[in-house]
């Protein structure tokens, strides 16, 4: 063999290599982008069971704390921010996020209102409703972890060398995490 014939099918090596390697990082670059969607519909399912569960709750609530109007109206509003959030298709993730945060809050003072109520607290339907939220609370908390995880890894990938390169020739975009409202970050304040 001559070298000219050695050059050529290291040559023709490299690129297979190469070719081989850009289709590995962009179907990795796919898989993450496809797993970051799938975290955010899996916390839009539990967001959707919240969202149906708060009318009930805040009918039980207002039952024995009715003139707790000021805290129900505030879930009421929350949750009507949210349900708009969700079916506007030119809503961003921000604003979605932003829309939950709010909801997040308003039930934390709703949860606080009722413990004043020891009759609510004692009823069965009530006790229910608050189990079901928290159990919900609880998949939502799981499902933004999962989420921000995901997000880390494709963030990750696409400022990362070689597969930057990949993902700046195909326009991958780096996805939002799903963070906490600045005011949910301060501690809240308990007076007696």
């Known amino acids: 063999m001559s070298v000219g014939v050695i050059i050529g099918i290291i040559v023709v090596i490299v690129i297979v290599g190469l070719i081989g390697w850009a ?3 962009y179907n990795g670059l796919v898989a993450l982008r496809n797993r970051v969607k799938n975290g955010w519909a899996q916390i839009d399912v539990q967001l959707k069971q919240r969202a149906d569960l708060i009318p009930n709750l805040v009918e039980t609530v207002k039952g024995y704390a009715g003139h707790e109007s000021n805290v129900l109206t505030q879930v009421t509003q929350a949750r009507a921010g949210v349900v708009a959030a969700a079916q506007n298709p030119n809503a961003t993730q921000a604003q979605r996020i932003t829309a939950e945060n709010q909801l997040s809050r308003a039930l934390f003072n709703l949860q606080a209102t009722a413990e ?3 009759q609510l607290q004692a009823n069965q339907n009530f006790m229910d409703l608050q ?6 609370e609880n998949k939502i908390a799981y499902a933004r972890q999962f989420y921000n995880d995901v997000v880390l890894k494709l963030n990750t990938a696409i400022e990362t060398v070689p597969t930057n390169i990949i993902a700046g020739l195909f326009h991958f975009e780096q996805a939002q995490y799903f963070e906490a409202d600045v005011a949910d970050r301060q501690a809240p304040q308990v007076k007696f």
């Open 116 to 118: 004043a109520y020891p």
């Open 131 to 136: 189990a079901q939220l928290k159990e919900l």
């Open 23 to 25: 289709i590995s990082a």
